[in-house]
């Protein structure tokens, strides 16, 4: 396609975070965004230049968003198939549907990036009481069921210990399609984030090292500090993804870091990640700088790394004399993003990037920035 000219609306679809700084990276581009979100109230509400506000099932309100973008992108993979479809029969929609649809699904994903040769988790897909026994007996404790759809953030999981316990486990979990897997003694946990343009031009950022804990993502580090080889597998992991997915757009594998160099693919999103936030800073061109420069037909950008970097995600509550203490800690390299959110336990309202520093630590403060 011929590039976007200067001023043509992007079109995004969801009001959250994602969206927020995907508008920001297409405002620096000379480009207008057009939002969709069921809320008015929503973080893309604060960069968005219009926001249409309707349900996600409210086809003629979608289409007629669609028509006037043009173009149209995702900031997550939590909507229907038919906002997709519709969409996609109006507009230029990227990642396509189908790659949306997939990867919102745990079950279809872990299948689909099996057979492109990306190595996952020992695994069962379930799909009634019998079948969830039977994964538990089969595989080796202990197994975590985590349900297709709709788990995030450490939610939609439950733990086994015993087989016995594996009917109760998956029945907690609403019954239906769940994932069973054994756990994977992992030394790292870590994320390759892949663009494709519509050419099948690529480009890779570096490996991003990431700390979780009970589910969410509270720290991001690059360099990653992994073995070379493993960083070559992980890439060439992301590469059968974006290929065998004929993806336009770009993809996030998350990764686990085997103690004898090997590597798993957990989990891949076919839009911005968490863990690229510190990209904003730390690259010459961002995670959403790519998507905009896909989705506006623009060559690729420059992914080299180009300083270090920690990312660390306010989560719950915000303590403002510790975010205060972290900047007098790293003057001039601390930058602070904030989401607009209401606080609430477990919710990310925002993110602190420190440049010049992959080891940066924040100060004591409460559960609101804490990394511990």
């Known amino acids: 396609m011929n590039p976007l000219p200067e001023g043509a609306f992007i079109g995004i679809i969801g009001g959250g975070q994602l969206g927020m700084m995907l508008a920001e990276a297409a405002h620096r581009l000379g480009y207008r965004v057009l939002g969709y979100s069921d809320a008015a109230d929503c973080p893309l509400a604060r960069e968005a230049d219009e926001l249409v506000v309707g349900a996600y099932d409210d086809e003629a309100r979608l289409a007629g968003f669609a028509r006037r973008a043009g173009v149209v992108t995702v900031e997550t993979e939590t909507l229907p198939a038919r906002t ?26 872990r299948t689909f990036t099996a057979g492109a040769g990306v190595a996952v988790p020992v695994h069962r897909v379930v799909t009634n009481a019998g079948e969830a026994a039977a994964a538990a007996r089969e595989l080796t404790l202990p197994v975590v069921f985590k349900r297709a759809t709709g788990g995030y953030d450490g939610r939609g999981q439950a733990w086994v210990e015993r087989a016995e316990d594996a009917e109760a486990a998956w029945l907690s979990l609403g019954g239906g399609v769940c994932v069973v897997e054994e756990r994977v003694p992992f030394a790292a946990e870590f994320s390759v984030i892949v663009c494709r343009d519509r050419g099948g031009n690529l480009a890779f950022f570096d490996p991003i090292r990431n700390v979780h804990r009970g589910g969410i993502l509270r720290v991001s580090r690059a360099p990653a500090g992994i073995p070379a080889e493993s960083a070559k597998v992980a890439r060439e992991f992301a590469y059968r993804f974006a290929v065998a997915t004929g993806l336009a757009g770009i993809a996030c594998l998350e990764c686990y870091l085997l103690p004898d160099g090997g590597v798993l693919v957990n989990e891949v999103a076919a839009r911005p990640h968490n863990s690229g936030h510190l990209t904003i800073e730390a690259c010459a061109a961002s995670q959403f700088e790519q998507l905009v420069r896909i989705a506006a037909g623009l060559p690729l950008g420059e992914t080299t790394l180009l300083q270090p970097a920690t990312m660390l995600n306010l989560i719950g509550d915000i303590d403002e004399a510790a975010l205060a203490g972290l900047e007098a800690a790293y003057p001039g390299r601390c930058f602070v993003h904030l989401y607009g959110k209401a606080p609430r336990p477990g919710r990310k309202l925002g993110h602190v990037t420190v440049v010049g520093t992959a080891e940066a630590e924040p100060p004591a403060c409460r559960a609101g920035c804490e990394i511990g």
């Open 84 to 109: 997709l479809e519709v969409a996609a029969e109006t507009a230029d929609l990227l990642p396509g549907a189908g790659v949306v649809l997939m990867t919102q699904d745990r079950a279809k994903q």
